[in-house]
């Protein structure tokens, strides 16, 4: 019969190899020790993290608002540019006068016109800038066109006028007080 005795175990190798991640388990204390993270994932989340913070440093330096400079215009070419614009008055004043335009489209037409020219004569938002902003801006070339402005609001989201003759007056009346804003401006 053959007999195997302790003693012949232990100097040999394990029969079976066990992986290089497991421990053994030493007498006496029942457990494993945790494992560590490896470091790439340290990195990793560091790498995420200031890819967030600089995704937020990105959005508010390029939605900051700006100064804008006012853009000078030469002698001549802001006289042209006067010539322009009256001339788009005057045609929106004619066609309302002969009813092929209703009177608060001619309000709208003649505030568009303004805020237009004040854009490009002098380089301010004037366009998507509301009353109120103008008002507020504390400009002193603005000072002028939120008047006008002003008295275009009426027409342009007052209620209907039932006189008809009316409000051919109210827009030679706003369109007056455009020319004005643009023979003035400097």
């Known amino acids: ?3 195997v005795s302790v003693a ?3 100097g040999s190798p394990a ?3 066990s992986p290089a991640w497991v421990r053994p388990v030493t007498e006496g204390q029942g457990y494993y020790p945790p494992e560590r993270y490896g470091s790439q994932w ?3 989340g560091l790498g995420l993290l200031a890819l967030v913070v600089l995704w937020y440093v990105f959005t508010i330096w390029y939605t900051r608002p700006r100064k804008v400079a006012p853009v ?3 002698g001549d070419r802001l006289a042209k540019l006067k010539v322009r614009y009256t001339e788009q008055i005057d045609q929106v004043v004619a066609r ?3 009813g092929t335009q209703d009177a608060r489209t001619g ?3 003649i505030s568009v016109l303004v805020r237009h020219f004040v854009k490009e004569a002098g380089g301010y938002p004037a366009p998507t800038m509301t009353l109120t902003d103008l008002n507020r801006s504390g400009i002193a070339q603005l000072r002028p066109v939120s008047g006008a402005v002003g008295t275009l609001y009426p027409g342009e989201f007052g209620p209907e006028d039932p006189r008809p003759g009316e409000d051919v007056l109210e827009v030679r ?3 007056n007080a455009a020319r004005e804003v643009i023979s003035t401006w400097t």
């Open 1 to 3: 019969m053959l007999a």
């Open 8 to 10: 012949d175990w232990a």
């Open 15 to 17: 029969p079976l190899s």
């Open 42 to 44: 340290l990195w990793i």
């Open 72 to 74: 000078a215009l030469s």
């Open 96 to 98: 309302v006068a002969t």
């Open 107 to 109: 309000h709208q037409q």
């Open 173 to 175: 009346r706003s369109a």
